[in-house]
């Protein structure tokens, strides 16, 4: 298992991984601009999703499909599925412990002034963690949608997409 120590993630089933592999497949979308896998003491792995905004935009204008700015484009059901399909692609690399389960498109992308990203916009999980801890708890909660009261302030309604 590669990867630095605090980044093994355990399973509730005991099974360790580093999520970076998972991540990396994930971030091989052009739709895809990171991926944050969560799965430590849960049933599955699940991931949060930020979508590239160049190329979802390209495409969504492609497909004819309206919106008003990032915040709304992803929280489109076409995005949603544009993803999950990418996803269910990597799934089949992957063995069945490992398979990724749920995600969640995230409303906004990752800020490096919040300390979400580094420089070389590598995820930063320990501020991601705390930023985004309504995410984990309704992932962990397994609940279908939720309201994420961001770092901004402002309240964000999210969905928790099954695969």
């Known amino acids: 298992v590669s990867g630095r120590s605090e980044d093994i993630i355990t399973l509730k089933s005991g099974k360790k991984f580093s999520p970076e592999n998972i991540e990396n497949l ?29 190329s979802v935009n390209s495409w969504a204008d492609r497909k004819n499909i309206r919106y008003t700015g990032y915040t709304e484009l992803a929280a489109k059901q076409e995005v949603k599925d544009l993803i999950k399909s990418h996803i269910t ?38 501020s991601i963690a705390i930023n985004l801890k309504d995410v984990h708890s309704a992932i962990e909660g397994n609940k279908d949608n939720f309201t994420v009261k961001d ?10 997409n099954k695969i």
């Open 26 to 54: 994930i971030s091989c979308s052009p739709f895809v601009k990171s991926a944050v896998v969560i799965g430590n003491n849960q049933q599955s792995v699940s991931v949060i999703v930020v979508i590239d905004p160049n």
């Open 89 to 126: 692609c990597v799934n089949e690399t992957l063995e069945s412990e490992l398979k990724v389960k749920s995600f969640v498109v995230l409303h906004r992308t990752l800020v490096m002034t919040q300390g979400e990203v580094s420089k070389t916009m590598e995820v930063m999980r320990k």
């Open 151 to 160: 770092v901004d302030q402002l309240s964000y309604e999210l969905n928790i």
